[in-house]
């Protein structure tokens, strides 16, 4: 399978030499096209820090991050820009939608930064919002809308520009048990039907447990990983909530 | 421990206070600049006159700061209390550290006594630099010579600057102890959290209010534009308020119209980062119509005071030349009965006296006239029981009593001999005239007169001197004056054949010439000398010379521009400075919304454009309405000022053009380079 994203050798430091703080040290895996990928880990294991370097939204120390064999650390100023514009398509905790803006225009101002013509945004903005489920609340403001609703259409934000990767930093953070259950479906769906890869940042059980394969982090290393196979979602839970216990139980929340 | 904490935020939200701390330092500066005027005038070298007439400005300005100083009141008081909106999470936390409401007063206090200090000392300095400019510019506008130039510095302009900012500074440090203890701890905590309801307004009450708004504005710009002259006093009133409020509307229902125009233009709206920017504008104009209203009309009177100001004294200057040709007029009632004008009796010596002519009454006072003058001239004006200003309207004073109920119709109209009037306009440079036996002619420059005569004359107007009837010669009013004055002040005067009035109805005489030594100076001080002689207490002498016009006029038009650029600069200054206080408020809540921007990959070119274009259309936004309110504004002011000539209108303008571009610019470009790196990425 082709290689989406590698990474290689990754480091990140803070702080200066008397104090050295190493978030990332010393990591290294592959995500193939069509992959549903959680890493997990506990708060300060170094997972959101990893997901700030492959979004290009932090500098790395050391170390290589290709996406599609693309070396993307080597980049600067509007070319990042454009990377992120063109290949990344993202999905945050607090959704990070503009309060400003309806959902159809929050959706639809991905694509107007692409300089898509504007019948094509209306049309491509109400496809994905009939897959996501969100087409009768595309008139409304954020303020208007629930938090299901408001990460779904952070989720139809990321996933219309066809990105080649979709990066989630904890989407269920901020949801209660039955939307982070709808969003997970929708993600399910992202991935099964239009063949999303998607790299999910999360330290919850539960929601690692509709990925494909889940890569453990702790303290900048990576500790395990195991892959879903032929499981089904209970049976995987099972496994992942086996490596909490084994990772030392200190991961809290596990449901 | 306060003081420090003070001190800290003070030093971190600099970004924040700088628009803030910038417009202090300039309201201080200017006050003191226009304050210190007196002191900066003692060492130019000027006439008695010209010197009263400063007095007489210095005087009129420190009137005009009390408003100034009104004006800044509100702009410091407004801008501290959105600075202090800003801060509500701040308080929170330290209300929830088990700070006081007092405590947290205390810190506002101290805060405000700190950047008030600052900018006090900041601007005094500024304005005493600037001040030193300022007797250069006051020396070009009296037209006076500089004859050294010292150091000055004014100590009454000083205290006041400091009693007035200090009285305005107390009033801040009151105001925020009120809305400290109004507070609500929850409130305080949750106000960031607020998510900004966008409200929209219903398109078809939007269109429906714009309309009528439009249409009440285009009435009192239609009445005050182009009907001035039927215009009553508390008509005018009306339509000032007609026009405050139509601009309030106008404002609200544009805010919600053009969002929702754009927006069904999509191929528009879904370019780039404009939905974005437009919604950004929106909202910020929709939360902002009442201080967007008082900006606009802040403009407007900015360009309309600042234009009209420039033109009275660049067109006085023009005028002048014209209307004085020769140094000396001096004339005289003859004849006089009854009252004067102000319903005074006469006194017996004044009557008496008013039998004999201008030359006489010269000679008795020892200026011989024929030893002192050349080129004189010796005139006399009738007058006629069957002229009245209602004889000469007989054709259609039906009409015009009922557009002009407040004129005068029983007052004499001033008649001339032809012979003397062309013996006048040959000294004046004016055309001369004849005229058959049966005819007359009226000459007349004040505008507004000129025009109704004009009418009278096209109608045939015929008009009957001690039983002899004429008709006009002229179907309009010729250009001309009997006394060189410094405006087009001359209502309307007959000239008529020699053999149509007698000598018992002379009413005025004059005399007109040019002194015969070459320095000007030196009979000009023996003119002036004739005012403490005793006998001209019992005469109606009036003198006019071309020195004492010319200076009062210069004096008068100086005053106008001095108080114009003063009112103007602080209007200017305060709008922009709201707006931008505005702006910048919000590029730190924006700042978020910009990241997220960043962060689906937006260009750093396109926000710059975006951010550029937000705060263009924000500023652009009053400015233009505030321009075409100016455009009738001007018209108006044209009218009422008409006495003055308009020739230099252009000049005036493009002045103001200036003006504008550099205060009302140089806040965009501060405001626009502040939010830029308010937002920028900190790596």
């Not at chain 1, 494909?212 to 909530?241: L, M, P, T």
């Not at chain 2, 008529?496 to 007109?512: C, H, Q, R, Y």
């Not at chain 2, 023996?526 to 005012?531: A, K, M, R």
């Amino acid at each position: 399978m082709e290689n989406i994203l590698k990474i290689d050798k990754l480091e990140k430091y803070y702080g200066n030499k008397s104090n050295l703080t190493k978030a990332i040290n010393n990591i290294s895996f592959n995500v193939t096209k069509g992959e549903f990928v959680a890493i997990m880990g506990a708060s300060g294991s170094g997972k959101t820090t990893l997901l700030n370097c492959i979004s290009t939204i932090d500098k790395v120390t050391a170390g290589h991050i290709l996406v599609e064999n693309e070396d993307i650390t080597m980049l600067k100023g509007n070319k990042l820009n454009a990377f992120r514009r063109e290949k990344l398509g993202f999905v945050f905790q607090d959704f990070n939608l503009l309060d400003t803006l309806t959902a159809f225009e929050n959706i639809a101002l991905a694509l107007s930064i692409q300089k898509v013509n504007p019948k094509e945004i209306e049309k491509r903005v109400s496809e994905i919002s009939k897959k996501l489920n969100i087409s009768n609340i595309l008139n409304k403001y954020p303020y208007q809308i629930s938090g299901g609703q408001k990460q779904r259409v952070a989720c139809a934000r990321a996933i219309v520009t066809n990105p080649k990767l979709v990066l989630a930093d904890e989407p269920t953070g901020a949801l209660d048990s039955k939307s982070a259950k709808m969003l997970l479906e929708s993600f399910e769906y992202l991935n099964d039907d239009l063949k999303a890869t998607i790299l999910m940042v999360t330290h919850d059980a539960f929601t690692a447990s509709y990925a494909s394969r889940v890569i453990f982090i702790k303290d900048g290393k990576v500790f395990n990983e195991i892959y879903r196979g032929d499981d089904n979602r209970k049976a995987f839970f099972d496994k992942i909530i086996d490596v909490v216990t084994l990772l030392g139980g200190d991961l809290e929340d596990v449901i | 421990m306060l003081y420090k904490l003070s001190l800290k935020n003070i030093t971190k939200s600099f970004k924040d206070y700088a628009i803030y701390f910038f417009t202090l330092i300039l309201g201080v500066a200017i006050f003191y600049v226009f304050n210190a005027i007196d002191s900066q005038t003692a060492l130019i070298n000027v006439s008695k006159s010209t010197h009263e007439l400063i007095t007489l400005m210095t005087n009129m300005l420190s009137g005009v700061s009390v408003f100034v100083s009104f004006v800044l009141g509100f702009l410091v008081i407004y801008a501290s209390r959105f600075l202090m909106k800003r801060r509500n999470k701040e308080f929170g936390v330290y209300m929830t550290l088990g700070m006081g409401k007092w405590q947290i007063s205390r810190i506002l206090f101290l805060e405000t006594l700190i950047i008030g200090i600052i900018s006090l000392i900041v601007g005094l300095l500024i304005g005493i630099v600037l001040s030193q400019g300022m007797s250069i510019l006051v020396a070009n506008m009296f037209e006076a010579d500089m004859t050294r130039f010292e150091f000055t510095f004014s100590k009454t302009s000083m205290i006041k600057t400091i009693i007035y900012f200090g009285i305005m500074y107390l009033l801040v440090m009151i105001f925020n102890t009120f809305s400290v203890g109004k507070c609500k701890l929850i409130d305080l905590l949750e106000s960031s959290k607020k998510s900004e309801k966008i409200k929209m307004k219903n398109p078809y009450l939007c269109i429906f209010v714009f309309l009528i708004a439009c249409a009440f504005l285009g009435y009192a710009y239609y009445t005050v534009a182009f009907k001035p002259d039927k215009m009553l006093q508390d008509e005018f009133m009306t339509m000032i308020i007609i026009g405050c409020v139509s601009t309030f509307f106008i404002i609200w229902s544009l805010s919600g119209l053009i969002l929702k125009i754009v927006m069904s233009m999509k191929s528009i709206y879904y370019k780039g980062l404009n939905s974005f920017t437009l919604r950004q504008i929106s909202s910020k104009i929709n939360t902002t119509v009442f201080s967007m209203t008082i900006i606009c009309l802040m403009l407007f009177l900015t360009i309309v005071i600042l234009s009209s100001s420039l033109s009275i004294k660049n067109s006085m200057t023009a005028n002048l030349k014209e209307l004085s040709p020769v140094d000396i007029t001096v004339y005289k009632s003859l004849n006089i009965k009854g009252n004067d004008r102000m319903g005074k009796p006469y006194t017996k010596e004044q009557i008496d006296d008013s039998h004999i002519g201008v030359k006489e009454s010269l000679n008795k006072m020892n200026f011989n006239t024929d030893q002192l003058l050349k080129n004189v001239v010796d005139v006399n004006v009738y007058d006629a029981d069957t002229l009245k200003l209602k004889d000469t309207f007989s054709n259609i004073i039906e009409k015009v009593k009922i557009e002009f109920p407040n004129l005068d119709w029983e007052s004499k109209e001033e008649i001339i001999k032809l012979s003397d009037y062309n013996k006048l306009a040959k000294l004046y440079n004016l055309d001369t005239y004849s005229l058959n036996d049966d005819e007359y002619m009226i000459i007349a420059d004040f505008e507004g007169m000129k025009d109704l005569r004009d009418k009278v004359l096209k109608n045939n107007q015929n008009i009957t001197i001690l039983g002899k009837t004429y008709k006009p010669k002229f179907e309009e009013c010729k250009p001309g004056y009997l006394y060189p004055s410094s405006n087009h002040i001359n209502t309307g005067v007959f000239i008529v054949p020699d053999g149509a009035v007698t000598d018992e109805m002379k009413t005025l005489n004059i005399l007109s010439g040019n002194y015969k030594d070459e320095n000007k100076e030196n009979v000009e001080k023996i003119v002036i000398g004739l005012e403490d002689n005793s006998y001209i207490k019992n005469t109606l002498l009036n003198f006019s010379t071309k020195i004492s016009i010319y200076e009062a006029s210069v004096g008068l038009g100086a005053i106008v521009t001095f108080i114009g650029l003063y009112l103007g600069i602080i209007f200017l200054m305060s709008s922009a400075a709201i707006l931008a206080l505005k702006e910048l408020s919000e590029s730190s809540d924006n700042k978020e919304r910009y990241d997220m921007l960043r962060k689906i990959g937006t260009d750093e070119k396109m926000i710059n454009r975006a951010l550029f274009r937000q705060i263009a259309i924000f500023f652009m936004f009053p400015l233009l309405l505030a321009i075409i309110h100016s455009i009738f504004g001007i018209i108006f002011c044209n009218y009422i000022l008409q006495t003055f000539g308009n020739q230099s209108l252009l000049i005036s303008i493009i002045m103001t053009t200036v003006f504008l571009i550099v205060i009302y610019g140089g806040y965009y470009l501060i405001t626009y380079f502040c939010s830029k790196n308010i937002i920028k990425e900190n790596r």
